[in-house]
């Protein structure tokens, strides 16, 4: 007959088997949230990595245009707000305006006092080389593209040959802020 010792390792037995199952399932939710939060971090950087495409793709198509155009010159494109060149469709987050995006949300906009396109990265993400925390933006300005490389910034023997996109670092958005 078993006494109170019996029942009492049998408790403990039971309790033992209890706390194993649940740190097995802890483990495996932590691996399981750490796949995750790697997926999300591969779809931001893939999805930032799309729309700089899309966005380089659409100005190698609107610099064509107005080479094309007679009364339009590159120059004039300088600054240009590249968002409205793309059609996004429904449920895209882009903001016109980075007036209208809240500094904590992750998204694109264009300023156009500075003439910037902005993404704000949702989370830490390296992007062309570069690292940005939440909080810390990309920043690119649309420029326009010379046949030779511009000297001390004298142009005014260069042939434009298009737009690009151009990143503004950390050290150029201080200054002129």
């Not at 779809?43 to 009364?71: D, H, T």
């Not at 264009?110 to 990265?121: G, S």
Request: charged content about 20%; glycine content about 8%; hydrophobic content about 40%.
């Amino acid at each position: 007959m078993a006494g109170p010792d019996g029942r009492t390792a049998a408790d403990n037995h039971r309790r033992f088997r209890a706390l194993v199952a649940f740190s097995i399932l802890a483990i495996a939710m932590w691996f399981l949230l750490d796949a995750i939060e790697q997926t999300q971090y591969r779809a931001e950087q893939q999805s930032a990595r799309l729309m700089l495409n899309q966005v380089r793709s659409a100005l190698v198509v609107r610099g064509a245009e107005a080479i094309l155009a007679r009364g339009e010159t590159l120059e004039q494109l300088a600054g240009l707000n590249p968002l409205p060149l793309l059609d996004f469709g429904r449920g895209a987050q882009v903001e016109t305006s980075c007036n209208e995006l809240a500094p904590d949300k992750r998204g694109w906009c264009f300023n156009p006092q500075q003439q910037w396109l902005v993404y704000q990265p949702g989370q830490p993400l390296l992007l062309e080389g570069r690292r940005r925390e939440p909080g810390a933006p990309f920043i690119w300005q649309v420029q326009v593209d010379y046949a030779a490389p511009a000297t001390q910034g004298n142009n005014k023997n260069k042939r434009a040959t298009g737009l690009k996109l151009v990143e503004i670092d950390n050290h150029q958005v201080s200054v002129s802020q």
